[in-house]
């Protein structure tokens, strides 16, 4: 009843989030310089081509106006053509965010496991020579862009080890899975199609540990110092005192109250992916959202930049509300407050 | 005596820091026998929690070190012990009531998640308990430390209750094991005056009423009075002192003794409390010979090389104080002074 009611406000307070998001994509795109029908059309389009096209987009009405029918549209699914495409924006976001999701969830994946591993094996070894490697290779992490990361990885493992194939989402020749969910390897799943999964995941591969590695590195090093701090807390020598075995001390005990640093660092970061994966994208010839919006805004194909902003918005929202349940889901004091100011 | 249930001879407690190291515990010894109830006093910073934390091998290690001594706990070195044996120990055989129950408690599990533990691991047979038996159990609990509703304490979170009752779980908590001794660290010092009293009148009945062993640290010298069989004062990782309680009060014989009893405020006879002057010395580099001599009045020379031994003054009553040497080069000594 209470995570409804969390879900409810939550929700509620996304509508005015996003509104305020909108008027600002709406905004930044109309107070670009130049003639957005000349610039759609071309400079040698006839001019009454441009002036239908400047009726057909309302640009002639006051600024509020075209908020409102730009608006009304988008709550449509409508949000305009892409200039460089020549394609529905929508469409174009139906193919290419799939990518982009089923990546950066992968390079989520790796993140979450990775950095809270190596965090609690650091920790156990505090000072030892597995804390000391794992410390040096996280700071690494850290330091290391994801591109570099990215472009090591690729020469390394794609190109000189050829363990992993390095370019796009599925060798040539194999056989892409149905449309269902967009990402290849559910797909692949759910159409038996075993040998394409297959593939599709060794091709997430490098460009998802690109993608993971500062995060991880972050994670990790977060786990570590949390755990180490609490290790000293006197619940702890109290639960040794009064026989509870070491296991459970160490495990249960202290990787609960140690997690709630990691997880909202956690979400921040996997919010952030979606939006700085365009290079590894790049690298990889990965056919990702991210890619598409830089691409957008090379070009200055403001309904795609519009919907890209929007989506990466969206996706801000639901993945702080998610990490919100997960710190609430760990931290009595974070739920119990909470429900107090209800 | 007979055998004692715990003895600790001669232990060094050492803590690596930065720039060397902290000479915490100075060989300490220590006592307790089966059923005795022993007050511990001493400043702050005298080294009486480690000492405890020690014989429950949770200091943390490193950056703790034990380079010496000697913790037998019913006949066995607890310093020897591997983690099966000293699990028997920690819970069944020692417990602990730590001084600030709101950091004792994780914040994160319910009072019910964190009893069920410390009730299940206590004894063989509770390893086999259902859920609901437990349960059961950890209510008893509660309701020997006198706490209502019993049911919803066991779902509630640490922050959901106050630290009276808080301190009352952990008591709950640390006798749940039916320990032979139970360590109480201060309990209640960060309560209330009034609730500190309620927390320490039943803790005293709880004791006495399960024939349990305590070893009871406090800076209150009127608690020591009331609930102590015996007494040893703490100064800078030494006992400087140890006598049944009658004595202790009707005769403090080392000078820091003297100087804590001064320190107290009576009420009557309009008395005004003397504090000791100077501060506990810095364990990097403690003085040498009793390390009480840079604020002891009666301080001679021979205290600046040597560290006094216990001295046994009276039944039971020792101290370690070179005033109180009667051996006969002691003597001589006066006589060749005077």
């Known amino acids: ?342 | 005596m007979t055998e004692p249930l715990l003895d600790i001879k001669d232990l060094y407690v050492q803590f690596e820091v930065y720039g060397g190291r902290l000479e915490v515990l100075d060989g300490v010894n220590f006592r307790v026998g089966t059923g005795e109830k022993i007050g511990l006093v001493g400043e702050t910073g005298c080294g009486k929690t480690t000492t405890m934390k020690a014989i429950l091998r949770i200091l943390p290690e490193p950056p703790a070190v034990i380079p010496r001594g000697e913790i037998t706990f019913k006949g066995r070195d607890v310093l020897k012990m591997n983690s099966a044996e000293l699990s028997k120990v920690r819970g069944r055989g020692i417990s602990m009531i730590f001084q600030d129950p709101t950091a004792a408690l994780n914040p994160v599990f319910t009072i019910g998640q964190q009893f069920e533990p410390v009730i299940r691991y206590s004894s063989p047979q509770n390893r086999r308990l259902s859920r609901r038996e437990i349960r059961e159990k950890a209510i008893v609990s509660l309701q020997e430390v006198a706490l209502a509703d019993p049911e919803r304490l066991l779902d509630s979170y640490p922050l959901q209750l106050s630290g009276g009752m808080r301190q009352r779980v952990c008591i709950g908590m640390a006798l749940a094991t039916h320990p032979e001794l139970l360590i109480a660290d201060e309990p209640g010092t960060s309560l209330d005056v009034t609730i500190q009293d309620q927390v320490l009148r039943l803790l005293r009945e709880l004791v006495e009423e399960k024939h349990t062993s305590v070893i009871l640290i406090t800076h209150t010298l009127g608690v020591v009075r009331e609930t102590a069989d015996r007494v040893y004062v703490m100064y800078a990782g030494n006992m400087v002192e140890v006598a049944p309680t009658p004595k202790l009060f009707a005769n403090p014989l080392h000078p820091y003794t003297q100087g804590l009893m001064q320190a107290v405020p009576k009420l009557t006879g309009g008395g005004v409390a003397h504090g000791i002057p100077g501060r506990i010395p810095d364990y990097l580099s403690p003085p040498s010979g009793c390390r009480f001599h840079t604020r002891c009045p009666h301080v001679m020379d021979i205290c600046r090389r040597e560290k006094p031994p216990f001295f046994s003054v009276d039944g039971g009553h020792q101290v370690a104080c070179f005033l109180y040497d009667k051996s006969p080069e002691a003597r001589r000594d006066e006589a060749v002074a005077a």
């Open chain 1, 1 to 342: 009843m209470r995570l409804l009611g969390f879900l409810a406000r939550r929700g509620f307070q996304s509508v005015f989030v996003l509104l305020g998001l909108s008027i600002l994509i709406f905004i930044i795109a109309r107070v670009l310089p130049g003639d957005r029908a000349r610039t759609a059309l071309g400079a040698r389009a006839p001019q009454w081509v441009v002036d239908r096209l400047r009726e057909d987009l309302h640009l002639a009405q006051p600024l509020v106006a075209q908020y409102g029918y730009w608006l009304g549209d988008a709550l449509q699914g409508d949000l305009g053509i892409s200039l460089v495409t020549r394609r529905a924006v929508t469409d174009d976001i139906r193919d290419f965010l799939p990518a982009s999701l089923e990546l950066v969830l992968f390079s989520g994946l790796i993140t979450a496991v990775g950095g809270i591993g190596l965090g609690i094996l650091s920790a156990r070894h505090k000072d030892t020579w597995v804390d000391n490697i794992i410390r040096v290779f996280s700071y690494m992490g850290v330091v290391i862009p994801s591109f570099v990361a990215a472009i090591l990885l690729l020469l390394l493992f794609g190109l000189i080890l050829d363990w992993f194939p390095s370019i796009g989402r599925l060798s040539e020749g194999v056989p892409r899975p149905p449309k269902i969910t967009g990402f290849y390897t559910v797909d692949s799943l759910l159409a038996g199609q075993f040998a394409t999964t297959w593939d599709a995941l060794k091709h997430l591969v490098l460009p998802a540990v690109a993608l993971a590695l500062g995060s991880l590195s972050q994670e990790a090093r977060i786990t570590r110092s949390t755990m180490s701090d609490n290790l000293s807390k006197d619940y702890i020598a109290a639960g040794r005192a009064l026989g509870v075995p070491e296991r459970l001390v160490t495990g249960r005990f202290l990787l609960k109250a140690s997690l709630i640093p990691t997880v909202s660092i956690f979400g921040l970061d996997f919010a952030a992916t979606l939006s700085n994966a365009f290079l590894v994208e790049l690298i990889f010839v990965w056919p990702g959202i991210s890619r598409y919006g830089v691409n957008a805004m090379l070009r200055k194909d403001l309904n795609a930049i519009s919907a890209v902003i929007l989506i990466l918005g969206i996706t801000f929202i639901i993945v702080n509300i998610l990490v919100d349940l997960g710190v609430g889901a760990l931290d009595p004091r974070i739920r119990l407050r909470g429900a107090r100011s209800d």
